[in-house]
């Protein structure tokens, strides 16, 4: 399956790339990664609620790390939504309108945390080894 869904991104790549970056090239690219998006999301859940169903014993640790991504989500949208920036429109020579900015914001605050929690949770771990 991974063979399948690398396959298919490269020749998408290599498409984009030799058509010059078209509109057809682009929203192609664009919705296959729409797709892939969906598609770990809805494995993402599959397998934590397969994991509850094998070990029940483990869902207390599952509904923690649930809530504490709904904090982090809403806590960053809470934060975006404070903020007014304004980022050009080039296609229209305007503003884009708050709402999208909030979205915008809050997903790279998402994504901020998300990079210092792999960052951290990796030294941690190899810094337990290391005394383990």
Known sequence: MLAVVM???V???VYAVADGGSSESINLNLIWGYVLIVGAVASALFCALWGMVKNPAGIKGTLLSTALIAVIVVAAYMIAK???IQIPDLATGGFFP??????????????????AGAILTALFTEIYKAFK
Do not use: D, P, R
């Not at 915008?104 to 994504?111: F, G, K, M």
């Open 7 to 9: 396959l298919i991104t």
């Open 11 to 13: 020749a998408l790549a």
């Open 82 to 84: 404070g903020h007014s």
């Open 98 to 115: 708050h709402s999208e900015t909030v979205v915008t914001e809050a997903s790279i605050l998402v994504t901020y945390v998300a990079m």
